[in-house]
Nanobody, 121 residues
Framework: QVQLVESGGGLVQPGGSLRLSCAAS????????MGWYRQAPGKERDLVAA???????NYADSVKGRFTVSRDNAKNTVFLQMNSLKPEDTAIYYC???????????????WGQGTQVAVSS
């Protein structure tokens, strides 16, 4: 019904940059917040950055000043620009979106399949 498809992960050296994209498709009424989470091996999935439909952003302290979240509401797409990457940024990055499927329904969270980001020399 609702699909989130991520792209843009890969292997990068420390100090490098990557840009992740996540596009929502399917049948739905509206999307509120969209964002990115990450999960490293043996750790919990944590919020990286999120953005509301009006453009209000929220970042994890560990990525402030290095990562930038943005979105294109017309294309139901959220982006994560990651600069000055560090080895500790290595994780699977998951896209998340709060979606109202029917106009009369409530918002529900949907997840993408994840994209691997590896930072290593």
């Amino acid at each position: 019904q609702v699909q989130l498809v991520e792209s843009g992960g890969g292997l990068v050296q420390p100090g490098g940059s990557l840009r992740l994209s996540c596009a929502a498709s399917g049948r739905f009424f509206s999307i509120n917040a969209m964002g990115w989470y990450r999960q490293a091996p043996g750790k919990e999935r944590d919020l990286v950055a999120a953005i509301t439909s009006s453009g209000i952003t929220n970042y994890a302290d560990s990525v402030k000043g290095r990562f930038t979240v943005s979105r294109d509401n017309a294309k139901n797409t959220v982006f994560l620009q990651m600069n000055s990457l560090k080895p500790e940024d290595t994780a699977i990055y998951y896209c998340n979106a709060d979606v109202r499927v029917q106009w009369y329904g409530e918002y529900a969270g949907f997840w993408g399949q994840g994209t691997q980001v590896a930072v290593s020399s």
